[in-house]
C-alpha cells in the first residue's frame, strides 16, 4: 500500500545521534518511495547521493515541500532516476566502498548479536543532541 499511495517516506530520527540512522530509512531502501531524511547523521556518507532528500539541504519547510511537489509533478525523470539508483544498490558489488562494505557486513551478521556498553565506548553526550538543541542548530543553519 506504501509504495502504491505514496511518493515519499518521512524518516526523520527520535535518536539525533553522529552516525545513528534508524531503522525507518533503512527500511525504505527496499521499497518504491523516497526517503525524506532528518537526523545529525551524514546520509550521503552511507547512501550514494540521489537516493533519498535531506530536509537539511532546505532554507526553509517551505523550499522542502516545494521540491517535493516539483518531484511528484513536474519533474517525474528525477523522481524515477532516484528510484533506479536506489533498486541498484546491493551487496553483490564488486566496489570496495563504504557501503558495499556496510551492506556486506550486515548480511554477514544476520542473526547474530553483540553487546557493549556504549556508556564505556561511546559518549552519548558528545555524540548525540537533544531534540530542541539540535533543531534549533538546523534553524539556525538555515538561511532566510
Same mark, same amino acid.
Do not use: A
Given at each position: 500500500m506504501l509504495e502504491r499511495r #505514496? =511518493? =515519499? #517516506?518521512l524518516a526523520f530520527e527520535n535518536s539525533l545521534c553522529v552516525d545513528y540512522v534508524t531503522e525507518k530509512f533503512w527500511r525504505t531502501l527496499q521499497l518504491d518511495v523516497v526517503a525524506v531524511v532528518l537526523g545529525a547523521a551524514n546520509y550521503s556518507r552511507l547512501v550514494p547521493p540521489g537516493v533519498h532528500v535531506d530536509v537539511r539541504d532546505f532554507r526553509s519547510p517551505r523550499h522542502l515541500a516545494d521540491r517535493l511537489r516539483e518531484l511528484m509533478t513536474r519533474d517525474l525523470d528525477t523522481y524515477a532516476d532516484m528510484?533506479? +539508483?536506489k533498486r541498484r544498490l546491493n551487496c553483490s558489488s564488486n566496489d570496495d566502498d563504504f557501503q558495499t562494505k556496510l551492506c556486506r557486513y550486515l548480511y554477514e551478521t544476520q542473526g547474530? $548479536? +553483540? $553487546? $557493549?556498553d556504549l556508556h564505556v565506548s561511546w559518549n552519548d553526550r558528545v555524540m548525540c543532541a537533544m531534540p530542541r538543541t539540535f533543531y534549533r542548530g538546523v534553524a539556525d543553519m538555515i538561511a532566510y
Open positions: #505514496y =511518493f =515519499f #517516506y528510484l533506479e +539508483r547474530k $548479536t +553483540r $553487546t $557493549t
